[in-house]
């Protein structure tokens, strides 16, 4: 089982993948905005995988990936934008971006799984 971070403004969806999460059971935690996410890591907590949306409030993902990798977190950026042109807007970070539209959520879920077994052997 991974601790998972969802941190995703849309409460349909972060409900949606969360529970998706929780069936493959993972232990999924959900911050709806880049504040409620930057509240929860400066009090020293950490997850096995955060997955962002790339648009977030009046934000992009940038603070979220920041402080995931200065936390050594691996981090997934999910969207339905283009993703040469989000990389271009973050050329200092390299996570791992999957676009996808928010009706495919199976789709993130064996993305995540993937991703978690190739990282951290967890399945």
């Known amino acids: 089982m991974a601790r998972i971070m969802i941190v995703e403004d849309d ?3 972060s409900k949606v993948l969360s529970d ?11 911050s ?3 504040t ?5 890591i400066q009090q020293a ?13 009046t ?8 402080l995931a990798l200065e936390s050594r977190i691996p981090v997934m950026v999910f969207t339905g934008h283009d993703i040469e042109e989000i990389r271009s807007l973050i050329p200092s970070h390299v996570p791992t971006f999957c676009k996808v539209e928010s009706s495919h959520v199976r789709s993130m879920e064996k993305i995540i799984a993937e991703s978690l077994t190739s990282q951290h052997g967890v399945a």
């Open 11 to 13: 409460p349909i969806l």
């Open 20 to 30: 998706c999460l929780e069936l493959i059971g993972h232990e999924p935690d959900i």
């Open 59 to 66: 934000h992009t993902c940038e603070m979220v990936v920041e």
């Open 36 to 40: 409620s996410f930057t509240e929860k």
């Open 32 to 34: 709806c905005s880049v």
């Open 45 to 57: 907590e950490s997850w096995d995988l955060i997955i962002t949306d790339f648009c977030l409030d």
